[in-house]
């Protein structure tokens, strides 16, 4: 059964909120608003697209949904907590527990193998090194690459590699997983493979997040949110 | 502490998969560190013979001569001397001589024609000599308390001596001294502070009086003219300045004060000039290869900014990347330190071999060498790690 998602419920809080917020480039002349006055609220189990043309802003949207940018003016509030404000460590340890991110490049750590590339995500939080490859191992085994664990990057297909970044994700259990074109690099049976995955890391707890401008792509998701021009021009959930 | 373990496997990972850049990059420090103890050890090492008889013959043994002022002959010390002299507390052990003058020396009475040409020097010596010098008899024994008090007509001669006139070790001889006869009880082996002592007759100072007290100017006296010191070691100069004071008392009499070892340490000594310009030169390719380092890494920085958009993705802080990259310097220096200390001791072994030198490297080089390697490592990667943290996530991971 596939989760419903809550965003009309009472008493569900957002995983991630964005209110009011724009984010500005330059100055003066060269002033240009990337988003402007966004709100969006992304809510356990959604499974969302934002679609838009280059330059509609949902690279800034992603860059801001991550955490990995601050907001020119409007707030950010993730998992209940406010990170426009924080400092950049604090920004990056609630990044590092909520969010998981895949990126059509991969971005797969070349000199390490599947299952380094996966265990990179659990470095610095107190774990053993037999937990963390223990934990890494079934994130592999979740995409089907329990094989392949000492296979460096050159040694994967695109398809493969793409799923080693989902494990990378998956391992920290984020609450949001955030998809930058996922399927941008790939052919289309391995589009399908990893379109299929990402679906089903959808869960009643979890939120996904795809970023992409391929129609297919955005028709998978339950949610559609368009942009045009650093505004949402519309925000459709459709019930399955 | 497990985050510390973590950025350690990390930088060794890092730095052995990327092995060739490893290398380039130890190649800096090794070879400065490398030119350092290779520098200073070789020209210790040229010195080596030197250094090492300075060490076993000790740098603390004070002549103590009396010279008189201008005019008056055989000058001598005042009887108390010994006394005077252990009045200075910086004084280990002391013993007296005199030097006798115009006494011929040959092995049997017939031999006189022979050997009158050569001077031999005949000293009157106090019981402690041997032990002061640190020298020890090659046979027999030294003069003793016995001699003393007895007036025994037993003498001491050195080894050249005993060479010449080719007695064996233990052999039973005698010596005409003047015509008298002596037993040789004991021959003193080399004295190297003191040379001319090989070739010296040894007899007691009752002796000495009993004897030759025609030739010394005193009428009941054999007073002594040298005093050998030993000093507390490092206080050699004071020591001299203090003993001058001590037994002159303010009186008229000179005497002079030499350090006897003080010839051979300078001879030892490492030529400093050429040691400086070498170590400079070293420290100087030290230099150079920490400026490598900020170059690769700062390159490296470049290639991997992908890598460290990831990593802050993945939820890794920028102190976390800063760390990464510093400990991978420190690791370079370790690393690139060690080569080079193996490579200079290496060095300084061929080279002391080659040229047939005594192999000297002071041991705190070592540290001290992989401690330069390191310290220039973590400075030269200062500047890339500061730009691998200061990445923006966001710039690198070129999004959409």
Known sequence: MLAEPHSEQVGVEPLLELDTVSRVYGTGDATVYALRDVSLRIMPGDFVSIVGPSGSGKSTMLGLLGCLDIPTSGTIIVGGKTVTGLDDAERTEVRGRTIGFVFQQFHLIPHLDAVGNVETALLYRGLSRAERRLRAMNALESVGLGLRQDHRPVQLSGGEQQRVALARALVTEPKILLADEPTGALDSQNAEKVMELLTNLQSPERAVVIVTHAADVADAAYRKVSMRDGRIVSDVTRVR | ?400
């Open chain 2, 1 to 400: 502490m497990k985050t510390a373990r973590d950025l350690l496997r990390v930088a060794v990972t890092g730095l052995y998969a990327r092995k060739v850049r490893t290398l380039l990059l130890l190649l800096g420090p090794m070879i400065g560190v490398a030119a350092i103890i290779a520098a200073v050890g070789l020209t210790d090492s040229a010195k080596g013979d030197l250094k090492a008889k300075v060490n076993q013959l000790g740098t603390n043994l004070i002549e103590v001569a009396a010279s008189s002022s201008f005019g008056s002959k055989d000058p001598t010390l005042p009887e108390d001397v010994i006394p005077r002299a252990e009045n200075v507390l910086t004084l280990k052990s002391v013993a007296q001589i005199r030097e006798l003058s115009n006494i011929v020396v040959t092995p049997y009475n017939e031999a006189t024609d022979k050997y009158e040409a050569v001077p031999i020097p005949v000293l009157a010596s106090d019981t402690r000599l041997p032990s002061v010098l640190e020298v020890k008899l090659i046979s027999g024994r030294w003069l003793n308390g016995f001699d003393d008090s007895t007036v025994t007509r037993s003498a001491v001669i050195g080894i050249g001596l005993a060479r010449q006139f080719s007695y064996l070790p233990g052999e039973v001889r005698t010596i005409e001294l003047d015509g008298i006869r002596y037993g040789v009880v004991g021959v003193l082996s080399e004295v190297e502070l003191e040379p001319s002592f090989d070739n010296a007759v040894f007899i007691s100072f009752p002796s000495a009086k009993a004897d030759f007290v025609t030739t010394a100017k005193e009428s009941d006296k054999v007073l002594p003219n040298k005093l050998y010191v030993r000093s507390v070691v490092g206080a050699e100069k004071i020591t001299a300045e203090a003993l001058r004071v001590a037994i002159n008392l303010g009186g008229q009499d000179e005497l002079t004060t030499d350090i006897k070892s003080e010839a051979l340490q300078l001879a030892a000594q490492s030529d400093q000039q050429i040691k400086l310009i070498v170590v400079s030169m070293g420290i100087l390719a030290s230099i150079v290869g920490g400026v490598g380092i900020a170059n690769v890494m700062s390159i490296s920085v470049i290639q991997r900014s992908a890598e460290i958009g990831i990593r802050r993705a993945l939820g890794h802080t920028r102190s976390i990347i800063a760390s990464q990259f510093l400990l991978e310097a420190l690791f370079i220096g370790l690393l690139g330190g060690i080569c080079g200390v193996v490579l200079g001791i290496l060095s300084i072994f061929v080279g002391a071999t080659i040229a047939g030198w005594v192999f000297v490297l002071a041991p705190w080089l070592i540290p001290a060498g992989i401690a330069l390697a390191m310290v220039i490592s973590v400075i030269a990667g200062l500047y890339p790690s500061v730009r691998a943290a200061r990445l923006e996530p966001l710039e690198t991971l070129r999004l959409g």
